[in-house]
């Protein structure tokens, strides 16, 4: 897979195999004994480079700046003898191909310096697992915070359930679950917590009707669906005391420090094809106020990644432009009466206007991922 680390990151670049001497432009070979040979080019402008692994091992490719090590674009996972491409625009400027390979020190080729006064695809500062670590401390604590709240909140639930208040039930349920949902990035931490809280009866055998179904979803079926707060109690209760379960792990456990950026991207991406196409809809019709707890929740990883990605990522004022103007058209998708809107209900005109501004989000947001990717260095 190759990306090129510009400003879209959305490029490819690469270089070819080639022998002793210097390069013909656009052919490079790398080994764990060299990072490629000196290479030249007639002018600045679009280049595609083939990248060619001459080693026994997989690698990581990266055309950086030698002076910082700041990367223009990128091979990665190149297996043993094969070739990748890497098309970037390159600008006037020295470069330097920098080679990890699996089980080897990083090695750097030779610096070659383009001519020619042309400003080319942006390098960007990698981003190491040291860098990441106060990010996801903060992150850690503030969702520690988030499940005392969701503790307090599915006792609530439970205790209207066991008095019969499901009126009451109903409206503690969307609070407590929002809750959850704006702990989005931390849903790979949680092991099994997370199916036993708010999974899905999809794959199960006996679909909503699984004795094995539990959790939010769960309790919105039979909510919605007229069960008695005599069969809902059992249900209620295990909801809260997984809650209080996860509560006293969570000190334990773990963010991986990958997902930090990349769940920026994929708490939305999951909104949109659960949320926006009403599938998580099991009665209560608030899906639209589960993507808005979506969005709340990727606001908060941006704020802690924040400090590493405005000096390394020029499109960050966009993703909150969009973030914004989703969140609006979220927030107007209600009845006269306040009460929220299913999916179903939006007229063609609101769900256009939600899907195409949810797809332009996910496009800013998309090369988050690849800039917060820890690296070596």
């Known amino acids: 897979m190759a990306a090129a680390l510009a400003a879209a990151l959305a490029t490819t670049a690469g270089v070819a195999a080639c022998s002793g001497g210097a390069a013909r432009a656009g052919l490079i070979s790398v080994s764990n ?8 080019l007639a002018a600045p402008g679009w280049h595609t480079f083939q990248v060619h692994n001459a080693a026994a091992e997989n690698a990581e490719i990266d055309l950086v700046n030698p002076a ?31 080679c990890l390979f699996e089980d080897f020190d990083p090695l750097t080729g030779p610096t070659v310096t383009v001519t020619g006064h042309s400003r080319g695809s942006p390098a960007i500062l990698p981003v190491t697992s040291t860098d990441l670590i106060a990010p ?55 092991g099994d917590f997370d199916a036993e809280i708010d999974g899905r009866p999809d794959g199960l055998a006996g679909g909503v009707i699984s004795a094995q179904w539990t959790g939010f979803y769960r309790l919105e079926y039979g909510l919605w669906q007229g069960q008695s707060a005599r069969q ?80 390394r990522y020029t499109g960050l004022p966009a993703v909150y432009t969009w973030l914004d103007r989703l969140q609006t058209l979220i927030g107007q998708a209600k009845g006269p ?10 007229s063609l005109s609101q769900r256009q206007q939600i899907d195409a501004a949810t797809g332009q989000a996910l496009e800013e947001l998309a090369p988050i991922a690849t800039i917060t990717e820890p690296r070596r260095t």
């Not at 004994?33 to 290479?39: M, N, Q, V």
């Not at 090590?69 to 043993?80: H, K, N, Q, S």
């Not at 809809?281 to 899906?287: E, F, H, L, N």
């Open 337 to 346: 009466n306040g009460a929220w809107l299913s999916v179903s209900a939006l």
């Open 68 to 98: 910082n090590g700041a990367i223009y674009a990128e091979v990665d996972a190149l297996g043993p003898g094969t070739t990748s491409p890497m098309r970037l625009n390159v600008g006037s400027g020295s470069y330097a191909f920098r």
């Open 232 to 311: 809902l109690t059992p249900i209620a209760n295990a909801l809260a005391t997984n809650a209080r379960g996860l509560r006293a792990a969570w000190p334990s456990m773990q963010i991986d420090l990958l997902d930090m950026g990349l769940r920026t991207h994929e708490i939305l991406e999951n909104a949109l094809q659960f949320q926006l196409t009403g599938h998580d809809d099991y009665g209560s019709g608030t899906t639209l106020a589960t993507t808005g707890a979506n969005i709340a929740g990727t606001r908060e990883l941006l704020t802690v990644l924040r400090p590493l990605l405005a000096p």
């Open 136 to 190: 996801s401390l903060v992150y850690h604590h503030w969702v520690a915070a988030g499940l005392d709240t969701l503790v307090s909140q599915t006792g609530a639930v439970a205790t209207d359930i066991r008095d019969g208040n499901l009126g009451a039930a109903k409206a503690a349920w969307l609070t407590a679950h929002l809750t959850y949902e704006r702990l989005g990035a931390a849903y790979g931490a949680f």
């Open 33 to 40: 004994g060299g990072c490629g040979t000196s290479w030249h």
